[in-house]
């Protein structure tokens, strides 16, 4: 921490005195943020829920479990994939039936079109699109499956 800051925000009292002499546990953790005891986790959510409302959070979220259920039909109606979880919240797992879909990943998440994670259902790899990204749009989730057939396609050449 610099001098500037510490002059700024730092604290000398009793209370918060480090008398430790090992280094490792010597450290100051009060010093890198505002807080002397736990972190104000919740601080985040609790402004966002207070400028935005309850119900900016309840469309965000409708908004993202319906991404989900536009994409498991178009994978269910591509013959080479297959939905490995019932789509019951805003991800979908899925896996190409016939090539790696780990290399897949990797062609996809390569050319930064569409972001994919992946999973492990069943001990199989899975492709897995979770959707929480507000700027996310309907046209986004349609270019998922056209995106992996096309990594698939490549693997073949």
């Known amino acids: ?11 000398v009292n009793d209370y918060v005195r480090i008398l430790a002499e090992d280094p490792g546990e010597a450290f100051a953790f009060f010093e890198e943020s505002m807080e002397l005891s736990r972190r104000f986790r919740a601080l985040k959510l609790w402004m966002s829920l207070q400028y935005h409302g309850r119900a900016a959070f309840r469309e965000a979220i409708a908004r993202d479990l319906s991404h989900a259920q536009l994409l498991a ?19 979908v797992c899925f896996r190409h039936r016939t090539k790696d879909n780990a290399a897949i990943l990797r062609r996809v998440i390569a050319r930064g079109r569409v972001y994919l994670s992946n999973a492990t259902i069943h001990g199989q790899f899975a492709l897995r699109a979770c959707f929480v ?3 996310t749009t309907e046209d986004d989730v349609r270019a998922i499956v056209s995106k992996i057939i096309a990594a698939a ?5």
Not at 1 to 11: C, D, L, N, P, R
Request: no cysteine.
């Open 73 to 91: 039909p178009s994978i269910r109606a591509h013959p080479e994939l297959e939905i490995l979880a019932p789509v019951s919240l805003s991800a």
């Open 1 to 11: 921490m610099t001098i500037a800051i510490v002059a700024t925000v730092g604290t």
């Open 133 to 135: 990204n507000h700027r």
């Open 153 to 157: 396609d490549e693997l073949n050449r």
